[in-house]
């Protein structure tokens, strides 16, 4: 029976397929930007990490050794389209948790660096900090339902 | 059986991204020689540099202790001054050199916390001469708010009221 399935699905038009695909690389090419700085200034990042005041002290150098990477490694899976699913979900639950953290922050008053894309302090508005991740999480929400919908049976 | 499957692979991808993520951050942290601990008291870190520039903290970093409970604040000022308002959780500890009671209540400070001490404003001593005496006891981790209870206030930050 489920072998059957696949057929009886309409396809999706080129169109649309055309779209998805643009969704996920651009996706996944802002995950790598993200991280460059990062990557560059370990040290910066990490005084942000710990700026936050949610980890406790021992895992903050951990953290920012590999959440850069892992934003790396998320990004280049998307643009290339290998463990898409994996790296979909990496995405949508990162941003989740930046979610979390800068509202967390911004409830208790705490005025914090975002560290979102850069290691350097900006004057930034945490509102539009928290609007970029709702932004970029209906795009990862739009690229992970397309993966798994191509990845069907 | 399909989606049981799909979503065993896409955990097995997760932790694919995860495991290169180890790899690469902690080897390239190795690599480049100027890499990072892997652990750090950062808190120790944060406030030791605030006390190497000359023992003071800004509202700002403040702020931040009493946020997170990072630190103990006390309140330097006669006690009718602080029941009129004060930082919120700071406790009070008049520096009165005359008063009998100031040695006990100094020795039962807790010892592994930063102290943040603070009076009036700018031009008041009280605060600076309690951290003095507080270093006699042995106190060494302690930060002048210099702006007092005015520049607290005259940033908005958070006060109360009243004597416990």
Known sequence: MTGLRPRLTPQPSPVAEFFFAGLRVALGMVFIWAAYDKLLHPADFAKIVYDYQILPDGLINIVALLLPWLEVAAGLALVFNLLTRGAALVVLYLLIAFFAALAYNYSRGLNVACGCFSTKAQPASILLELGRDVALLLVAALVTRDVYKRTRA | ?164
């Open chain 2, 1 to 164: 059986m399909a989606s049981r499957s799909r979503r065993r692979s896409a955990i097995a991808e997760i932790a694919i991204l995860l495991a290169l993520a180890c790899v690469l951050g902690l080897g390239v942290n190795i690599l480049r020689g100027e890499g990072i601990p892997l652990r750090e008291d950062w808190t120790a870190k944060k406030f030791a540099a605030a006390a190497k520039s000359g023992g003071r903290i800004t509202l700002d970093l403040a702020l931040t202790a009493m946020k997170t409970k990072s630190a103990l604040f006390l309140d330097a000022r006669p006690l009718e001054d602080y029941g009129e308002g004060h930082i919120q959780s700071a406790q009070s500890l008049p520096f009165d050199p005359l008063a009998k009671d100031l040695e006990t209540r100094v020795k039962a400070l807790p010892k592994d916390r930063p102290l943040i001490l603070y009076c009036s404003g700018v031009s008041c001593a009280l605060a600076e001469e309690l951290a003095e005496f507080l270093h006699d006891f042995g106190y060494k981790n302690t930060l002048l708010l210099v702006e007092g209870f005015e520049g607290w206030t005259a940033a908005g930050y958070p006060a109360e009221k009243g004597t416990p």
